[in-house]
């Protein structure tokens, strides 16, 4: 049983005459204990894709498996479902967590909002919880601003984990900390993944972070997801010219920061509106190795190598996958 099953998921916002295609044709699947990173600009459906998995928005097409429950037709019955095997952790530590509350009633929140336990349970699952993340009992009667940040973020896992969730939805958890803090906070996600097998999405755009966050990876562009793979195989051997961007545009120590568009291997210019997705293959008026067919034909997602899979018309599929 997966833990999640998302299958040609579209889905529109705006007017009929004005259409806004934010997700076209997504299709993930994630396991127990399985760590999945989505990368992309701004633009590139992430957000709506995680919207979706937290039952905050119903789908145009396609359909949502939650733990082999079809959550697709987004009743009230389907979202409390999700809520209780779905949880958040945030960007910033800070604007998630209410400043006026203790950290025992901040984590304690999720399991007075389920009814879960008496006071006296929900206590001790609390001080469970702050062992769990590393964080020192003395903090149960701290105020939010009396942590550091990654204090707070550990505090923010913590009540994510306070209903034992099967799915934690991580948004550049690590954005807002300094990089040693940050190496801390992954290590701790590894922990739990480890110990308590949470499956885990992490959203970013920082690739280090994915590459130490995630076993695999998906690549959003416009609405699709443009290349998928094991995290290995996408960082040893990209197939999309876009994930060729990406990565090509990771500072390396000793590197002189670069951005995509500054050399040929990289992307040019800003991504299309979802308003107004260009014909053919939506990447074509960014990328290095358009040609002719590009402009015209939407290329279909083919296997280059086991478990990996790219939208391009370059790529070759691999032996017997067609
Ligand atoms: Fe570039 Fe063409 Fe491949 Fe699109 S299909 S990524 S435009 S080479």
Redesign the pocket.
């Known amino acids: 049983m997966s833990v999640l099953d998302l299958t040609h998921i579209s889905r529109n916002f705006g007017t009929a005459s004005r259409p806004v295609r934010a997700l076209r044709d997504v299709s993930l699947r994630i396991e127990k204990g399985e760590r999945l990173g989505i990368v992309g600009e701004s633009g590139s459906g992430k957000t709506t894709l995680a919207r979706i998995v937290l039952g905050l928005t119903r789908t145009s097409a396609g359909t949502v498996r939650l733990l082999d429950r079809d959550v697709t037709a987004h009743s009230a019955a389907d979202r409390r479902f999700i809520h209780g095997a779905v949880q958040m952790v945030f960007q910033d530590p800070m604007s998630s967590l209410n400043p006026r509350k203790r950290i025992k009633d901040i984590i304690a929140l999720p399991l007075r909002a389920q009814g879960v336990g008496t006071a006296a349970t929900r206590a001790s699952r609390v001080r469970d919880l702050l062992d769990s993340v590393g964080l020192p009992q003395r903090f149960l009667n701290a105020r939010p601003g009396q942590l550091s940040g990654g204090q707070r973020q550990r505090v923010g896992i913590a009540r994510a984990l306070a209903i034992e969730p099967q799915l934690l939805l991580l948004d550049e958890p690590t954005a807002s900390l300094d990089v040693s803090v940050q190496a801390r906070v992954l290590e701790l996600l590894v922990g739990l993944q480890q110990r308590l097998g949470i499956a885990q999405v992490m959203i970013s755009h920082n690739l280090g972070v994915i590459r130490h966050a995630a076993d695999r990876v998906a690549v959003m562009y416009l609405g699709q997801i443009v290349e998928t793979g094991t995290t290995a195989q996408l960082y040893a051997s990209p197939a ?3 994930t060729q961007a990406l990565f090509s545009a990771i500072p390396r120590v000793g590197d002189k920061k670069r951005t995509l568009g500054e050399d040929h291997t990289l992307a040019r210019g800003e991504v299309a509106s979802a308003l107004n997705i260009p014909d053919g ?1 939506p ?2 008026p960014r ?1 290095p ?3 002719h067919i ?1 402009r015209s034909a939407e ?1 279909k997602q083919v296997e280059v190598s086991p478990g990996q899979f790219a939208r ?3 790529v070759e599929p691999m032996a017997g996958s067609v």
């Open positions: 999309h010219p876009y293959c990447f074509h990328c190795r358009a040609s590009c290329p391009c018309h370059l």
